[in-house]
């Protein structure tokens, strides 16, 4: 199965400040038809996990330009920029470009 | 508006079965696949395999390829999780979440199993 290491495990930022987030995988996440499926989420307290970004740098519908993806074959980052309460929580990496799909360990976002 | 809502949380003793459901609403509910993701406390996310909601076929992931069966009530736009022979290892929340293409882009509320003698 591919492995996806998420660094840093836990993040402290002050609110208005940016985040980076890196997820490493085992192998390239390029898939035969070119795409690559390594998408972002953050579940918050509580809640169920919610798409950010998908295949790397594709924001999902209402999630705002704070957010961006980045990154190819087997390194990619998601920052944060001008930090906001609601996006504490919990970031995961997922790929669906291999079976089966797996997910990073996560990354948790305090304030600092 | 696209919702999957889940059934509620569920105390069984081991030993015992538990069926969850995940009801669709919002879209066709057979042009997406619907996959299970198990969450144990305090830790991450695991997919445990999917079902194909136009065929009715189930994909499980190697580790959960024993008790665990998918099922569908098409009429009803509703998913099953039934998990046979629980143990303490399966207590975790259980989210379901739909895919078309390469993303899980809606996921339901999830549902706490908990398992307690």
């Known amino acids: 199965d591919v492995v996806l290491t998420q660094t840093p495990v836990s993040l402290l930022i002050s609110l208005g400040g940016q985040a980076s987030i890196s997820c490493r995988s085992s192998?390239?996440?390029?898939?035969?038809?070119?795409?690559?499926?390594l998408h972002w989420y953050l579940q918050k307290p509580g809640q169920s996990p919610q798409l950010l970004i998908y295949?790397?740098?594709n924001r999902f519908s209402g999630i705002p330009d704070r957010f961006s993806g980045s990154g190819s074959g087997t390194d990619f980052t998601l920052k944060i920029s001008r930090v906001e309460p609601e996006d504490l929580g919990v970031y995961y990496c997922?790929?669906?470009?291999?079976?089966?799909?797996?997910f990073g360990g996560g990354t948790k976002l305090e304030l600092k | 508006q696209i919702q999957l809502v889940q059934s509620g949380p569920e105390l069984k003793k081991p030993g015992e079965s538990v069926k969850i459901s995940c009801k669709a609403s919002?879209?066709?509910?057979?042009?997406?696949?619907m996959n299970w993701v198990k969450q144990a406390p305090g830790n991450g996310l695991k997919w445990m395999g999917w079902i194909n909601t136009q065929t009715g076929k189930p994909t499980y992931a190697d580790d959960f390829k024993q008790r665990f069966v998918f099922s569908l009530e098409t009429s009803a736009s509703t998913a099953y999780l039934q998990i046979n022979n629980l143990n303490i290892e399966d207590t975790a929340t259980y989210f379901c979440?739909?895919?078309?293409?390469?993303?899980?882009?809606?996921w339901g509320q999830g549902v706490m199993v908990t398992v307690s003698s």
């Open positions: 997922l790929q669906r470009t291999h079976n089966p799909p797996t």
């Open positions: 979440t739909r895919h078309k293409g390469g993303d899980f882009d809606y």
């Open positions: 295949q790397v740098s």
């Open positions: 192998q390239s996440l390029v898939h035969s038809n070119g795409n690559t499926y």
């Open positions: 919002g879209y066709t509910f057979t042009d997406y696949a």
